[in-house]
């Protein structure tokens, strides 16, 4: 399995910004995607944003354009910009990865509260 650390979450007010990073190890080959998943308050787990090894990004209708997901494939990491943050996106994020062989890894998950 891989290891996957998030950081950077926290309390912060409507409109205002926090950038996640997630650090993946235990490995030794290129991650074929990363991704970020969420889980607010009475929700279930849902993709956020997710980013391929050849720069393919896709994120939920609710964050586009406010959202950028990035990452820097030389020592595995992903990061999570966001801007503009509403209340409804107060949940716990959770970092993905996926690898060859059927390699799959979950983070810990880090909490992000927005208020209003």
């Known amino acids: 399995q891989v290891q996957l650390v998030e950081s950077g979450g926290g309390l912060v007010q409507a409109g205002g910004s926090l950038r996640l990073s997630c650090v993946a190890s235990g490995i030794s080959f290129r991650l074929n995607a990363m991704g970020w998943y969420r889980q607010g308050p009475g929700n279930q787990r849902e993709l956020v944003a997710g980013i391929t090894n050849i720069g393919k990004r896709n994120y939920a209708d609710s964050v586009k354009g406010r959202f950028t997901i990035s990452t820097d494939n030389t020592v595995n990491t992903v990061t999570l910009q966001m801007d503009s943050l509403r209340p409804e996106d107060t949940g716990v994020y959770y970092c993905?990865?996926?690898?060859?062989?059927?390699?799959?890894?979950w983070g810990q998950g880090t909490q992000v509260t927005v208020s209003s």
């Open positions: 993905n990865a996926e690898g060859p062989f059927g390699v799959r890894g």
